[in-house]
């Protein structure tokens, strides 16, 4: 039984990572795209998500991605697998609680505009359909298989 | 019994103020039972004559008006450091009734070497063993009552952020006033060592002037321990010469007989009884557990994961900093950029003192406050790393590659910080040990550009460099922290040379941090750019104003500040035009120079002070107007010029306090000549290159 | 006889001697870390700061591949960080 879980939880661990390293290259590419070669269009909509050119976005992708490798490297029947799971699925967390509340801040700027009387619109699916959100859900269940596990043993 | 309790013969002559003292070793959770008893609030200054922050609060206990006192976080009470010295001669003058020794219980041998140091000096102590939750988390229970009774003290059981225990801890205080208390000897160095020591205590006793300020016992071991401070202490004694003869004659014989240097057989004899009583009290419950500390650890010191995880968190604060806070700026913006601005427009005032409020004050302050939320967004999110415990693991990482660009590990918190605000992130070097490091990570943070900076480079790369705007901006970014490095490498190798005394840290386990005590640190930090920076700004504003309606001539008009031909024959126009020369290779025209010029008290102004010289009604039309005055190159190096040039007065002024008007003035010197250099080298390699 | 400096991640060290002056080997007798104190040296990043505990009154423990898991050793206070320059200082003999 335990034995099943495990297996299961690497696997989507193994996928997770995968997805966060090829969104994390697209994303690259349009960052290096955008920035020093203009006139060549972006790719901006992969698999149904919305991909920006975010650079340091790119760096936490490229984190969550290693964690979750290093947590099947390290196996995670293992203590050391289960830590990277942990640390890894926590920043993906993070990464869906930022671009939530950066979905609130915009919707926040609008009703801000409106006072000086601009009228603007804001597509909050554009900024919702991305990869740290999607993915980041996943993570989260990913930690909260980490923190059950963990809570198992640290009391023992 | 290690004391004698004789109760005070007179209570009714105890008057209704009374004073206690808050030590400990650092991250007890002093500043979460300093906020509990106080609520917060503080009055923060210097311990006289020192840089060493002094914390005093307030609060009402049991019809007792008390001062709260929070010495700096120690481990020992020696000579040798200033935070030390400072609790030291704190403790001496300012006379506490009651002093409150945060223990540690989950770090219970370090906190116990600080308790009996503070024994020793005879003060009235009282034991508030903290974070007991934690000790039991990390395996063993502490037998609260043996303490006390080994001790000879109180010793009230806590868990401070829970709050459990503070009641108790404050009916204890008041108890423990009523007590008064006669030390005896808390630690036995054995037989030739007191031996001594009795012999220089005897001198000690002649003095009754001495002997009342300082118990003689520790002050007998302090003088055996050669400590300089105490010595200084000595000399206005008429005994002073006998107690030095005494001291050195008994040095001398012990560094014979027990083959050791004296001062480090005390220290190690103290240390001894701390293990010893610590032993005697620790249960253990279970075989140390695994600890989420020690999971979490494993990953965020990782060879691999440590620096990738530091980037990223990096790179969370400045996305929350900047993009969460957004609309908090914006309202602010509008708030004194539109509301207030249009409510003093079209009132009724007469037209200079509507001038001066609009132009004034209004756009003066509104360009301050507009920075606030995200810096103090950049400070919050850091505060939470901090207190949750990531940030000394994230120094030990970073301190490798820290130490080969020329800073340490600890460097980190004041770099970071410095993207907000240089002026708190230069009080922060305080935590660098090192006085070279910390004087170089200090001279290298205003390179950090600050926020202060970042409506210069929007203007500019919205001007010209409209779709790589924010790459433009970026590259400044990256630009400074390029900067930063070389001119760190350049003054730890070759200026501030010398090996680094390195640090030492200890490494809490990770705690969810109090809500409370997160907000209070970022509200001190952001303060400081509020109050600091804010004032000097809005003074700037003024000036600039004065200095735009009034000319050799005379008072020009506040017609001025619309029309640019009445603003060249103010101050400002002559100013100017005499920087114009200066700037000439860059091709900047007077206006631009005299901005430049504003910058200097705060580079927020240079915007404000371009808006008004070069006539634009507000700042939106000023990118059209300045197309047609710069060119992308010329724009560019302008950006890198205020980038570089000058720290701000606020930041001149953290730096003179923290290391000197010698330093500030060379930060001043070395940025403004770094500042032309680069600025020149912008344009002449753009014109080798062809663009212009 | 080593600098603490150049000690294995894993293993178990005692301290022979200080090369530092009076300040610093004060400040690092008053943390715990004097001749004779048996140190765990728990992470090491090569040329760069030391993460140790200090296990005083405890047995040499076999030295285990991870460190900062696993360690049964109750210690002394919480782990402490030397930098690079201090570890060097601090002279250890490896034991087991």
């Given amino acids: ?156 | 019994m290690l004391f004698l309790a004789v109760k005070n013969q007179n209570p009714q002559k105890l008057s209704r103020k009374i004073k206690i003292a808050l030590a400990g070793n650092p991250n007890v959770g002093k500043s979460v039972i300093f906020n509990e008893l106080t609520g917060g609030k503080a009055w923060v200054g210097n311990w006289p004559g020192t840089t060493v922050e002094k914390k005093v609060g307030k609060t009402k206990i049991d019809g007792y008006e008390v001062e709260v006192l929070d010495l700096p976080g120690i481990y020992s009470l020696t000579a040798y450091s200033l935070d030390e010295l400072a609790a030291r001669n704190g403790i001496v003058e300012e006379k506490p009734d009651v002093i409150i020794d945060i223990a540690n219980a989950a770090n219970f041998e370090r906190s116990l070497y600080l308790t009996i140091s503070l024994l020793e000096m005879g003060t009235n102590v009282i034991v508030a063993l903290n974070m007991i939750d934690l000790a039991e988390a990390q395996g063993y229970k502490i037998d609260a009552e043996k303490l006390s009774k080994l001790l000879g003290i109180p010793v009230v059981p806590t868990i401070a952020i829970k709050g459990y225990g503070i009641d108790e801890l404050k009916e204890t205080i008041i108890k423990s006033l009523k007590i008064k208390r006669i030390p005896e000897k808390i630690v036995d160095y054995g037989d030739f060592v007191e031996t001594e020591i009795r012999k220089i205590e005897t001198i000690i006793e002649k003095d009754s002037k001495l002997s009342k300020k300082y118990l003689p016992r520790w002050f007998a071991i302090k003088l055996l321990e050669g400590d300089k401070d105490v010595e200084k202490r000595i000399e206005k004694s008429p005994f002073a010469d006998e107690i030095l003869k005494q001291t050195q004659k008994s040095r001398k014989m012990l560094d014979q007989t027990l083959q050791k240097d004296v001062e480090e057989y005390i220290a190690e004899k103290r240390y001894e009884k701390a293990l010893e009583i610590a032993r005697e009290c620790l249960k253990t419950v279970k075989t140390k557990p695994l600890t989420l500390t020690d999971m979490i650890d494993f990953v965020t010191t990782h060879k691999v994961f440590g620096i990738p995880i530091m980037l990223t968190m990096l790179y969370i604060a400045f996305k929350f900093a900047f993009d969460v806070a957004a609309p908090l700026c914006d309202l602010i913006d509008w708030f004194f950029g539109a509301f207030l601005y249009d409510l003093v427009a079209n009132s009724t005032l007469p037209s200079i003192v509507k001038s001066f409020l609009g132009d004034g004050i209004i756009t003066g302050v509104g360009s301050i406050l507009v920075f606030l939320p995200n810096i103090a967004f950049l400070f919050l999110f850091l505060a939470f790393l901090e207190d949750i415990g990531y940030m000394t693991r994230a120094a030990f990482v970073v301190d490798k590659i820290m130490h080969k660009l020329g800073l340490t590990g600890k460097s980190i918190i004041p770099m970071i910080l410095g993207f907000g605000c240089n002026v708190p992130a230069i009080m922060a070097t305080r935590a660098i040990e090192d006085e070279n490091d910390r004087k170089v990570t200090a001279l290298v943070n205003p390179l950090m550009s600050c926020s202060a900076r970042l409506p210069v480079y929007l203007i500019l790369a919205g001007a010209f460099f409209a779709a790589y705007k924010g790459t433009a901006v970026l590259s400044m970014y990256v630009l400074g922290l390029i900067l930063a490095i070389i001119m760190a490498l350049f003054f730890r190798k070759l200026v501030f040379k010398g090996p680094s005394a390195g640090f030492v840290m200890e490494l809490p386990p990770y705690m969810m941090p109090l809500v409370k005590n997160i907000v209070i640190k970022t509200w001190e930090r952001s303060k400081r750019f509020l109050f600091k920076a804010g004032t000097v700004i809005l003074l700037a504003a003024i000036l600039v104003w004065v200095l735009s309606i009034t000319g050799p001539s005379g008072y020009i008009g506040v017609e001025a500040l619309e029309d640019p031909y009445l603003l060249e024959k103010s101050w400002v126009g002559v100013l100017g035009h005499f920087l114009e020369q200066i700037f000439s290779p860059m091709g900047w025209d007077w206006r631009a120079a005299a901005a430049l010029f504003f910058g200097f008290v705060a580079k927020e102004v240079v915007v404000a002070a371009m808006a008004m010289l070069y006539g634009a009604g507000g700042e939106e039309t000023l990118p059209g107007i300045l197309a047609g005055l710069f060119t992308p190159l010329s724009a560019y190096a302008y950006m890198a010029f205020v980038l570089i040039y000058v720290p701000c007065l606020a930041t001149l002024a953290a730096i003179r306090s923290e290391l000197g008007m010698k330093y500030a003035l060379f930060a001043l010197i070395y940025e403004i000549v770094l500042a032309y250099l680069v600025a020149v080298g912008i344009v002449f390699i753009g014109h080798l290159l062809g663009l212009s | 006889m080593i600098p603490l400096a150049f000690a294995r991640e894993g293993t178990q060290v005692k301290i022979v001697h200080v090369n530092a002056g009076k300040g610093l080997t004060r400040r690092l007798t008053e943390l715990g870390i004097f001749p004779g104190a048996i140190l765990k040296v728990v992470k090491t990043l090569g040329h760069g700061p030391v993460m140790v505990e200090i296990c005083n009154n405890q047995k040499a423990q076999p030295s285990c591949n991870s460190c900062v898991l696993g360690c049964n050793t109750s210690p002394n206070g919480w782990r402490i960080v030397l930098s690079f320059g201090m570890a060097m200082k601090i002279l250890v003999q490896e034991l087991m």
């Fill in chain 1, 1 to 156: 039984m335990v034995e099943g879980k495990t297996v299961l939880i690497s696997v989507v661990a193994g996928l997770v990572a995968i997805f966060y390293l090829l969104y994390a290259g697209i994303m690259l590419y349009n960052w290096v795209i955008e920035t020093f070669v203009p006139g060549v269009g972006s790719i901006n909509y992969v698999l149904g998500l919305f991909v920006p050119g975010d650079p340091g976005s790119v760096i936490a992708l490229v984190t969550i991605s290693m964690l979750m490798l290093g947590s099947l490297y390290y196996k995670l029947n293992d203590v050391k697998g289960l830590s990277c799971l942990l640390l890894g699925s926590l920043i993906g967390v993070a990464m869906l609680t930022l671009q939530l509340l950066i979905v609130i801040a915009n919707i926040a700027s609008i009703g801000v505009l409106t006072l000086s009387g601009e009228i603007l619109e804001y597509n909050a699916f554009e900024d919702l359909l991305r990869p740290e959100i999607v993915l980041g859900i996943i993570s989260l269940t990913l930690f909260t298989y980490s923190v059950f596990k963990i809570r198992e043993i640290t009391s023992k």
